[in-house]
């Protein structure tokens, strides 16, 4: 009976140990996660505000006017390939996921938050500074708390995700058609569905992030894991962002 003690005492000691161990792996892995996932933010925020200074002027008048630079980009057919680029570069990007390697996908996704950028910077026009910093900090909480909420549940998300999926595509397919309708009762319907949608997807992504860390992979694939999974959460918040903003941002009077 003493042997059996020590016995089951030592083997309760090692399950311990393993789980610290797969705890402070997980801990390191999810801030490895939330760190690319910021950098991308703060390259598409650099590249937005960069291309608006480069973009925008005011008048004598005191009005907003546009540069040459401007209107090459927000005026003449290159606007499209702007809108476009970064969902044909995302989707390039979930292509080659199994082919890349890690130090390509990160360069990838910071190419792509530049395009973000890019394509973003014309909010700037439309709303004010301040109504652009105050829907980012609202964002970010909402984020955070729902992103929480992914990372601590026990409940299972699974099941929803697939339906969130279609919905995503249901946005995009319809976002495509109003670019040429200019319909602001759809674009104010689709804002808030977004909201709702992409609200879902990030406790379903941050639980799906959490999930594939226990696969045990090398280094290299949880590099590619975390790069990716940066790009999942990235995109969950973008699009909250500018939905917030569109349906509660303040637009400039001039």
């Known amino acids: 009976m003493s042997n059996y003690d020590r016995n089951y005492s030592f083997g309760a000691q090692v399950g311990q140990k393993a789980a610290a161990e797969i705890d402070q792996g ?23 505000l960069g291309t608006n200074m480069l973009a925008v002027t005011h008048s004598a008048a005191g ?10 980009i927000y005026m003449s057919p290159l ?16 292509a080659k996921a199994n082919s890349i390697s890690a130090a390509t996908a990160r360069t990838l996704f910071l190419v ?24 980012f900090f609202v964002t970010a909480a909402a984020f955070g708390g729902l992103s929480l909420y992914g990372y601590t ?8 995700g697939s339906f969130l999926v279609m919905g995503v595509w249901g946005l995009v397919i319809a976002g495509l058609v109003n ?5 602001s009762s759809l674009q104010f319907g689709l804002s808030i569905l977004a909201v709702l949608i992409f609200s879902g ?4 992504d941050t639980q799906a992030i959490k999930d594939q860390y226990y696969e045990g992979d090398g280094w290299e694939a949880t590099q590619k894991k975390s790069i990716f999974g940066a790009l999942m959460l ?21």
């Open 26 to 48: 997980l801990r390191a892995y999810m801030i490895g996660v939330y760190n690319y996932m910021m950098l991308g933010l703060g390259v598409t925020g650099l590249v937005a």
């Open 63 to 72: 009005h907003l006017a546009l540069t040459p630079f401007g209107q090459t």
């Open 79 to 94: 606007r499209w390939v702007i809108v476009l680029a970064p969902l044909g570069f995302v989707m390039f990007l979930g």
């Open 112 to 135: 792509f938050a530049a395009l973000v950028g890019l394509s973003m910077s014309f909010l700037l026009m439309v709303y004010t500074g301040g109504s652009v910093a105050q829907i």
């Open 153 to 160: 549940t026990r409940r299972d998300l699974s099941a929803m």
């Open 179 to 183: 670019l040429f309708l200019h319909s």
């Open 201 to 204: 997807l990030t406790a379903y």
């Open 234 to 254: 990235y995109l969950d918040f973008i699009n909250m962002f500018q939905s917030l903003l569109y349906l509660f941002g303040q637009q400039r009077s001039n």
